[in-house]
């Protein structure tokens, strides 16, 4: 676990094709021989890094369905009726980078994207991962075009929008320098609720 959460944190930092393993070494406290041990190559060091973060994704909104676990079940009307569009607000507010955590993710996301392009198996992560993620968030807008918060619209196609605008806007947050002019997490999270006002919620 450590060797991941170190290749994650290095590759955050300075991009994949510019942590060897020995920088992985270093900073886990031990030989290369050791990291080779568990990691025969740097792809199968990638791979795993991306898993560890989408197993941390997966795990945020799986806590965030348990939570709303009630509401989900349509205990009350005006329960139900409340919970996709809730939902679908804090789904959005997981996926904007504030905090360290999530802009260190999102940094190995954008190496995914260009590994992906050049290897099946990462290429493999990429596709496997998507095609849950835009099923959760179809799923979400399904319930509310059913409960009446959402307009009759293609829940398939509203998550591609909704997905693709999320990883444009996140791009354009990490590319920002900190302190300098640029897209803000607040710019973008401010961007998201009010495409999904624009297109989704039942006026």
Same mark, same amino acid.
């Given at each position: 676990?450590? &060797?991941?959460?170190? /290749?994650? !944190?290095?590759?955050?930092?300075?991009?994949?094709?510019? =942590?060897?393993?020995?920088?992985? %070494?270093?900073?886990?406290?031990?030989?290369?021989?050791?990291?080779?041990?568990?990691?025969?190559?740097?792809?199968?060091?990638?791979?795993?890094?991306?898993?560890?973060?989408?197993?941390?994704?997966?795990?945020?909104?799986?806590?965030l369905s348990q939570a709303l676990g009630?509401?989900?079940?349509?205990?009350?009307?005006?329960?139900?009726?409340?919970?996709?569009?809730?939902?679908?607000?804090?789904? &959005?507010?997981?996926? /904007?980078? !504030?905090?360290?955590?999530?802009?260190?993710?999102?940094? =190995?996301?954008?190496?995914?994207? %260009?590994?992906a392009a050049r290897s099946t198996a990462v290429g493999r992560l990429h596709t496997e991962y998507y095609r849950q993620w835009r099923a959760t968030v179809a799923d979400v807008v399904r319930r509310g075009v059913a409960q009446g918060v959402f307009r009759p619209v293609d829940p398939d196609a509203a998550a591609l929008h909704l997905t693709a605008l999320i990883d444009g806007l996140a791009t354009q947050v990490l590319a920002a320098a900190p302190d300098g002019p640029g897209t803000r997490p607040d710019d973008m999270h401010a961007a998201l609720l009010a495409h999904v006002d624009a297109t989704l919620t039942a006026h």
């Open positions: 676990m450590q &060797i991941i959460r170190e /290749t994650v !944190r290095l590759i955050a930092e300075h991009g994949f094709h510019a =942590v060897r393993v020995q920088d992985i %070494a270093k900073a886990c406290e031990t030989s290369t021989a050791a990291i080779h041990y568990h990691f025969p190559g740097r792809d199968d060091l990638l791979e795993a890094a991306v898993r560890w973060c989408m197993d941390e994704d997966t795990a945020r909104r799986a806590a009630p509401a989900r079940a349509g205990e009350t009307a005006s329960a139900g009726t409340a919970d996709a569009a809730d939902e679908l607000r804090q789904l &959005i507010e997981l996926q /904007t980078p !504030r905090t360290s955590r999530r802009r260190e993710q999102w940094c =190995v996301w954008l190496d995914l994207w %260009a590994e």
